[in-house]
Protein backbone atom coordinates (compact mmCIF):
# COMPACT_ATOMS: atom_id res chain seq x y z
CA UNK A 1 0.00 0.00 0.00
CA UNK A 2 2.88 2.35 1.02
CA UNK A 3 4.51 1.75 -2.70
CA UNK A 4 1.41 2.46 -4.42
CA UNK A 5 1.33 5.83 -2.33
CA UNK A 6 4.24 6.39 -3.26
CA UNK A 7 3.80 6.01 -7.02
CA UNK A 8 1.13 8.50 -6.46
CA UNK A 9 2.83 11.32 -4.94
CA UNK A 10 5.23 11.05 -7.50
CA UNK A 11 3.16 10.93 -10.48
CA UNK A 12 1.21 13.94 -9.33
CA UNK A 13 4.45 15.91 -8.66
CA UNK A 14 5.31 15.51 -12.13
CA UNK A 15 1.82 16.81 -13.41
CA UNK A 16 1.92 19.30 -11.08
CA UNK A 17 5.62 20.30 -12.99
CA UNK A 18 3.95 19.89 -16.21
CA UNK A 19 1.00 22.18 -15.97
CA UNK A 20 3.58 24.75 -14.15
CA UNK A 21 5.29 24.73 -17.51
CA UNK A 22 2.43 24.90 -19.22
CA UNK A 23 0.83 27.27 -17.73
CA UNK A 24 4.17 29.48 -17.51
CA UNK A 25 4.57 29.03 -21.19
CA UNK A 26 4.28 32.80 -23.22
CA UNK A 27 3.84 34.56 -26.37
CA UNK A 28 7.21 36.36 -26.31
CA UNK A 29 7.06 40.23 -27.17
CA UNK A 30 10.13 40.56 -29.56
CA UNK A 31 11.95 44.34 -29.70
CA UNK A 32 11.33 46.02 -32.77
CA UNK A 33 14.96 47.16 -32.97
CA UNK A 34 17.84 44.54 -33.57
CA UNK A 35 20.27 43.10 -31.32
CA UNK A 36 23.70 42.44 -33.82
CA UNK A 37 27.16 41.12 -33.49
CA UNK A 38 29.98 40.98 -36.04
CA UNK A 39 28.55 38.22 -38.42
CA UNK A 40 24.08 38.14 -37.49
CA UNK A 41 21.52 40.26 -36.29
CA UNK A 42 18.18 39.14 -34.10
CA UNK A 43 15.28 40.06 -32.25
CA UNK A 44 15.10 39.96 -28.71
CA UNK A 45 12.78 38.79 -26.37
CA UNK A 46 11.57 42.27 -24.39
CA UNK A 47 10.01 40.06 -21.41
CA UNK A 48 11.80 39.95 -18.46
CA UNK A 49 13.89 36.51 -17.70
CA UNK A 50 12.80 35.68 -21.39
CA UNK A 51 16.30 34.51 -23.37
CA UNK A 52 14.46 33.54 -26.62
CA UNK A 53 15.24 35.38 -30.29
CA UNK A 54 13.92 35.46 -33.94
CA UNK A 55 15.02 36.49 -36.99
CA UNK A 56 18.26 35.21 -36.70
CA UNK A 57 20.08 35.63 -40.00
CA UNK A 58 23.31 36.32 -41.55
CA UNK A 59 24.08 40.43 -41.99
CA UNK A 60 23.64 41.65 -45.65
CA UNK A 61 26.71 44.14 -46.60
CA UNK A 62 25.70 46.69 -49.15
CA UNK A 63 28.52 47.74 -51.11
CA UNK A 64 30.27 50.29 -49.17
CA UNK A 65 31.52 53.40 -49.48
CA UNK A 66 34.65 55.69 -48.64
CA UNK A 67 34.07 57.09 -45.46
CA UNK A 68 38.26 58.39 -44.99
CA UNK A 69 39.86 58.74 -48.19
CA UNK A 70 43.53 57.15 -48.42
CA UNK A 71 46.24 58.97 -48.57
CA UNK A 72 50.04 58.41 -49.59
CA UNK A 73 50.52 59.06 -45.78
CA UNK A 74 48.00 56.77 -44.27
CA UNK A 75 45.42 53.69 -45.62
CA UNK A 76 41.89 54.94 -45.85
CA UNK A 77 38.76 53.28 -44.23
CA UNK A 78 35.46 51.60 -46.24
CA UNK A 79 32.70 51.55 -44.39
CA UNK A 80 29.89 48.59 -45.28
CA UNK A 81 26.54 48.45 -43.93
CA UNK A 82 24.10 46.44 -43.14
CA UNK A 83 20.81 46.74 -45.51
CA UNK A 84 18.77 44.94 -42.75
CA UNK A 85 19.75 45.89 -39.48
CA UNK A 86 21.85 49.17 -40.10
CA UNK A 87 25.29 47.74 -38.49
CA UNK A 88 28.21 48.75 -39.89
CA UNK A 89 31.82 47.29 -40.09
CA UNK A 90 35.21 49.08 -41.37
CA UNK A 91 37.62 47.74 -43.92
CA UNK A 92 41.23 49.53 -44.50
CA UNK A 93 41.94 50.95 -48.16
CA UNK A 94 45.58 51.28 -49.92
CA UNK A 95 46.00 54.20 -51.76
CA UNK A 96 46.72 53.61 -55.41
CA UNK A 97 47.70 56.99 -56.57
CA UNK A 98 46.50 60.26 -57.54
CA UNK A 99 43.28 60.58 -59.78
CA UNK A 100 43.98 62.76 -63.01
CA UNK A 101 42.11 65.64 -61.30
CA UNK A 102 43.87 65.73 -57.95
CA UNK A 103 47.18 65.49 -59.72
CA UNK A 104 46.06 68.55 -62.11
CA UNK A 105 45.36 70.66 -59.05
CA UNK A 106 48.30 70.51 -57.45
CA UNK A 107 50.58 70.21 -60.86
CA UNK A 108 50.01 73.07 -62.66
CA UNK A 109 51.11 76.68 -63.00
CA UNK A 110 49.19 77.97 -59.82
CA UNK A 111 50.50 75.62 -57.53
CA UNK A 112 54.06 76.72 -58.33
CA UNK A 113 53.43 80.83 -58.10
CA UNK A 114 54.91 81.10 -54.64
CA UNK A 115 58.00 77.71 -54.30
CA UNK A 116 61.32 77.23 -54.68
CA UNK A 117 62.96 74.53 -57.09
CA UNK A 118 66.14 73.40 -55.66
CA UNK A 119 67.79 71.20 -58.42
CA UNK A 120 71.31 69.67 -58.74
CA UNK A 121 72.17 67.96 -61.99
CA UNK A 122 75.14 65.84 -62.31
CA UNK A 123 76.93 65.00 -65.83
CA UNK A 124 79.52 62.50 -66.45
CA UNK A 125 81.72 61.73 -69.46
CA UNK A 126 84.24 59.50 -69.31
CA UNK A 127 85.57 59.26 -65.64
CA UNK A 128 84.91 63.30 -65.56
CA UNK A 129 81.75 64.20 -63.06
CA UNK A 130 80.62 67.53 -63.47
CA UNK A 131 78.00 69.00 -61.01
CA UNK A 132 75.29 72.09 -61.46
CA UNK A 133 72.96 73.36 -58.74
CA UNK A 134 70.63 76.18 -59.51
CA UNK A 135 67.83 77.34 -57.16
CA UNK A 136 64.86 79.36 -58.76
CA UNK A 137 62.15 81.03 -56.69
CA UNK A 138 59.10 82.28 -57.71
CA UNK A 139 56.54 84.78 -55.99
CA UNK A 140 54.14 86.90 -57.55
CA UNK A 141 56.09 89.40 -58.84
CA UNK A 142 59.64 88.54 -58.92
CA UNK A 143 61.99 85.44 -60.27
CA UNK A 144 65.40 84.83 -58.33
CA UNK A 145 67.68 82.46 -60.38
CA UNK A 146 71.54 81.54 -58.57
CA UNK A 147 73.28 78.90 -60.30
CA UNK A 148 76.58 77.43 -59.81
CA UNK A 149 78.77 75.29 -62.01
CA UNK A 150 82.85 74.92 -61.89
CA UNK A 151 83.21 76.79 -58.65
CA UNK A 152 81.52 79.91 -60.18
CA UNK A 153 78.15 81.37 -58.82
CA UNK A 154 75.86 83.93 -60.63
CA UNK A 155 72.23 84.81 -59.25
CA UNK A 156 70.02 86.91 -60.87
CA UNK A 157 66.66 88.81 -59.74
CA UNK A 158 63.90 89.41 -62.86
CA UNK A 159 61.10 91.89 -61.58
CA UNK A 160 58.27 93.11 -63.87
CA UNK A 161 56.57 91.91 -66.96
CA UNK A 162 59.80 90.10 -67.49
CA UNK A 163 59.39 87.57 -64.50
CA UNK A 164 56.14 87.19 -65.54
CA UNK A 165 57.46 85.85 -69.13
CA UNK A 166 60.09 83.90 -67.40
CA UNK A 167 58.35 82.03 -65.16
CA UNK A 168 55.59 81.60 -67.68
CA UNK A 169 58.03 79.41 -69.80
CA UNK A 170 59.81 78.00 -66.86
CA UNK A 171 56.77 76.55 -65.71
CA UNK A 172 55.54 75.68 -68.81
CA UNK A 173 58.75 73.69 -69.80
CA UNK A 174 58.48 71.90 -66.09
CA UNK A 175 55.03 70.79 -66.65
CA UNK A 176 55.26 69.40 -69.84
CA UNK A 177 57.49 66.99 -68.01
CA UNK A 178 54.70 65.64 -65.56
CA UNK A 179 52.12 65.11 -67.28
CA UNK A 180 49.50 62.62 -65.68
CA UNK A 181 49.27 59.97 -68.62
CA UNK A 182 53.10 59.34 -68.53
CA UNK A 183 53.50 57.94 -65.00
CA UNK A 184 51.82 55.23 -63.14
CA UNK A 185 52.06 54.64 -58.97
CA UNK A 186 54.53 52.39 -57.59
CA UNK A 187 52.69 52.06 -53.60
CA UNK A 188 55.88 50.01 -52.52
CA UNK A 189 58.27 53.09 -52.84
CA UNK A 190 55.64 55.79 -53.05
CA UNK A 191 56.77 57.38 -56.23
CA UNK A 192 55.17 57.26 -59.40
CA UNK A 193 57.23 56.40 -62.32
CA UNK A 194 57.93 57.14 -65.95
CA UNK A 195 56.18 54.67 -68.24
CA UNK A 196 55.70 57.74 -71.12
CA UNK A 197 57.80 59.44 -72.33
CA UNK A 198 58.92 63.33 -72.84
CA UNK A 199 61.51 65.58 -73.98
CA UNK A 200 64.08 67.78 -71.54
CA UNK A 201 63.62 71.44 -73.31
CA UNK A 202 66.73 72.70 -71.78
CA UNK A 203 69.12 70.44 -73.23
CA UNK A 204 66.60 69.12 -76.12
CA UNK A 205 66.69 65.26 -75.79
CA UNK A 206 64.69 62.71 -74.44
CA UNK A 207 64.67 61.27 -70.91
CA UNK A 208 65.47 57.82 -70.17
CA UNK A 209 63.75 57.41 -66.80
CA UNK A 210 61.97 59.76 -64.24
CA UNK A 211 60.10 59.69 -61.08
CA UNK A 212 57.79 62.00 -59.10
CA UNK A 213 57.18 62.29 -55.21
CA UNK A 214 54.24 63.75 -53.49
CA UNK A 215 53.90 64.58 -50.06
CA UNK A 216 50.87 65.73 -47.78
CA UNK A 217 49.29 66.28 -51.71
CA UNK A 218 52.56 68.56 -52.68
CA UNK A 219 54.88 67.95 -55.24
CA UNK A 220 58.01 67.91 -53.99
CA UNK A 221 60.48 65.75 -55.91
CA UNK A 222 61.36 65.23 -59.64
CA UNK A 223 64.58 62.63 -61.17
CA UNK A 224 65.09 62.32 -64.69
CA UNK A 225 68.19 60.56 -66.15
CA UNK A 226 69.24 61.33 -69.71
CA UNK A 227 72.11 61.19 -72.13
CA UNK A 228 73.37 64.12 -73.42
CA UNK A 229 75.00 63.96 -76.85
CA UNK A 230 77.35 66.77 -77.82
CA UNK A 231 79.68 68.03 -80.17
CA UNK A 232 80.13 63.43 -80.95
CA UNK A 233 80.28 62.75 -77.29
CA UNK A 234 77.23 60.76 -74.96
CA UNK A 235 77.31 62.17 -71.60
CA UNK A 236 75.46 60.85 -69.10
CA UNK A 237 73.22 63.20 -66.87
CA UNK A 238 71.05 62.92 -63.95
CA UNK A 239 69.32 65.62 -62.30
CA UNK A 240 67.51 66.10 -58.73
CA UNK A 241 64.96 68.82 -58.41
CA UNK A 242 63.24 69.68 -54.92
CA UNK A 243 60.40 72.07 -54.75
CA UNK A 244 59.74 73.56 -51.63
CA UNK A 245 58.12 76.41 -49.71
CA UNK A 246 55.38 76.53 -50.48
CA UNK A 247 53.38 80.02 -50.00
CA UNK A 248 56.08 80.83 -47.93
CA UNK A 249 59.10 81.76 -50.33
CA UNK A 250 60.47 85.42 -50.47
CA UNK A 251 62.82 87.33 -52.86
CA UNK A 252 64.84 90.10 -51.10
Given at each position: ???N????L?A?ML???LI?L?????E??????W????????????DK????I??K???T??DG?????P?????G??T???T????TR???V????L???EW????CE??????T??????V??SGV?V??K????F?D??V?V?????????S??????E????K??AL?Q??S???????????E??I??LTG?F??HTL????DS?????EN????E???T????SQ??I???T?T?????Y???T??
Open positions: MKKTSLIVLLTNCISCKHCSFAEETADNTSHWHICSKCEEADADHWNEITTKTQEADVKFTCVCAKDESAFTGTEENKVVEAFNNAFTEEAVNYTVTATTKTEKFSITAAGQSNQTITGSAKDVKQETLMLQYSDYEYDANKYVEIINTKAATIRFGKLVFNYCKIVGMMDAATLISDGTTID
